[in-house]
């Protein structure tokens, strides 16, 4: 099914341009949205790369908020085929006949009946109109004969404007019922024009179907699901403030020192061997022993002080190697593993001491406390700060977890029909989010960029992330709808001093803004920080290591 272009009345007016979009995407704008955004998956055209869209709201909250965060900034498209729909709002001669229906993922379908008196009534718009500019030889201006005037003009062009001046004057009548629900952008007339032109001709009236993405219903498992939540937050031992701060304590003073050669002994803990690593699978029967490529390495340099890190018992099994000895042992992968291929393998490894160091490390006294860390006068105020570093990491990993956590568990509570137009644009902005972080870290080509930004890609994208798209807009709306229910309130300042600062952000950088989308995606950001605060203090949270 073909979708119509429709643009401004006045282009159609130019008749000697005879292009005429009929299979594009209608697109309604709404208010101060319509700034260019990345192109939906079928779009023809390639990413727009800009930092407006992208993140979704209050999962960030700790830190300064994004404008641009909220999945439901839904922009103008940035087709070429697109074009801002003037809609007129003049009274009908003579009521339309709309007929809707409601349809998966949260989209209405209106059947519009436009009966032959409005059509009538367009025409004779489009006439004169058309007499207006109209610049025929032997007639003054305004003075050409209706016949005259379609022949000269031609009567297909007449006919396609009439069907646009049509769809312009009642489209606004049409979507009555659903204003205020529609989504911006979704909204999109899903009859072919040929169609419509065809219906025009034979019976003087016209029919059409639109499609428009409503709000989405928040429907709870129960009306106080989301009080009193019980929630198990793990913990990652390595942000674990106290040893952190030992492990990062030692990382300093182990840079003070230099290697040394071992020349009359074996390998000890402390020491760093190079090693070279070769692992096969153990089977009795030999036919079958295959090499682990991913348990190999060349001229690895391993440090003993980071055992904990390396497949349990691979340390013990090389205490005591010399340089230029092998040693050959079985080790099992535990079930724990990261790698979930070798998990529960039987290994036999063999390892080669290609060379062998020793630290020299310098006294461990308050001599060296300025070369830890600057400005320190006793190890103990080196430990005291690195500590207090590692306290403030940790509780900031805490929080970030613990509301990942709730928000995790608020998707489980809800049941909502996603529309489509609000999945691929929450899709888009995480995409936008990752592409931008790439080329932050690895300086992308044209070439590159337009690779990973093509239209391929992005589908791939969404498809991939589709589970993870829909709980984040899962998220999203259960913390707007519990802002709501709980009445929560933001300091008025805070809003102010937000929308200033993501201001200033903006202009620092060069990049075009709009002053009202970022109140309100500020807005929205500070609602979820709100609302995750609440959650926090009502909920029952048990932390564990893991």
Request: proline share 5%.
């Amino acid at each position: 099914m073909e979708l119509l272009s429709t643009q401004t009345f006045t282009t159609f007016l130019r008749y000697f341009n005879p292009s005429l979009s009929s299979n594009s995407v209608l697109l309604l704008r709404r208010g101060n949205n319509a700034q260019r955004r990345p192109p939906s998956s079928n779009s023809n055209h390639s990413f727009k790369l800009s930092s407006h869209h992208f993140q979704p709201p209050f999962l960030h909250h700790h830190h300064h908020p994004n404008p641009s965060s909220s999945p439901f900034t839904v922009s103008a498209s940035s087709s070429s085929s697109s074009a801002t729909i003037a809609t007129e709002n003049d009274r009908l001669p003579a009521d339309l006949k709309v007929t809707q229906t409601q349809e998966p993922n949260s989209r209405i379908r209106l059947h519009v009946e436009v009966p032959p008196i409005v059509c009538e009534d367009c025409y004779k718009r489009v006439i004169a109109e058309f007499t207006k500019l109209a610049k025929i030889p032997g007639f003054r201006p305004g003075k050409v004969p209706e016949s005259i005037l379609v022949n000269y003009v031609g009567s297909k062009n007449v006919k396609k404007a009439t069907v646009e001046s049509i769809l312009r004057r009642t489209l606004s009548h049409a979507m009555t019922s659903v204003t205020g629900k529609a989504l911006p952008d979704s909204v999109r007339i899903a009859t072919n024009f040929a169609e419509m032109e065809e219906t025009y001709s034979s019976l003087g009236s016209l029919r059409y179907d639109i499609i428009v993405d409503v709000a989405p219903e928040i429907k709870w498992i129960s009306d106080n699901a989301y009080k009193n939540l019980k929630i198990v937050v793990e913990i990652d031992s390595e942000v674990d403030a106290q040893r952190a701060s030992e492990q990062e304590f030692r990382r300093r003073y182990k840079s003070l020192g230099s290697l040394k050669v071992v020349v009359d002994r074996g390998l000890q803990v402390g020491d760093v061997a190079v090693i070279d690593i070769s692992a096969t699978t153990i089977d009795e029967d030999e036919s079958n022993v295959k090499n682990i490529p991913s348990a190999e390495s060349k001229g690895f340099n391993f440090d003993t002080e980071d055992g904990d890190k390396v497949l349990p018992g691979f340390l013990d099994s090389i205490i005591g190697i010399s340089r230029g000895d092998t040693k050959s042992f079985p080790l099992v992968f535990p079930e724990t593993w990261k790698q979930e291929n070798l998990r529960g393998i039987h290994a036999q490894f063999t390892v080669e001491c290609k060379e062998l160091f020793y630290r020299d490390l310098p006294e461990l006294d308050d001599s060296i406390a300025d070369k830890l860390i600057p400005g320190c006068t006793t190890v103990e105020q080196v430990k005291d700060l690195l500590l207090q570093r590692c306290l403030e990491v940790e509780q900031t990993a805490k929080e970030q977890a613990t509301d990942n956590a709730i928000l995790d568990q608020l998707s489980k509570l809800v049941e909502v029909d996603i529309p489509q137009s609000l999945f691929e644009e929450q899709g888009r902005q995480l995409y936008g989010a990752s592409l931008l972080e790439i080329q932050a870290n690895v300086k992308l080509n044209e070439q590159q960029l337009e690779g990973l930004s093509s239209p391929k890609a992005v589908k791939e994208y969404l498809d991939h992330q589709k589970d993870n798209i829909k709980n984040l807009i899962k998220q999203s709306l259960a913390v707007g709808d519990i802002y709501r229910r709980e009445n929560l309130q933001f300091a008025t300042e805070d809003l102010t001093k937000e929308v200033e600062n993501s201001i200033a952000e903006f202009k620092s950088q060069n990049q075009e803004y709009d002053e009202e989308r970022v109140k309100d995606q500020v807005q929205q950001i500070l609602e979820g920080a709100k609302v995750l605060e609440w959650l926090r203090e009502h909920a029952d949270i048990q932390y564990v290591t893991r």
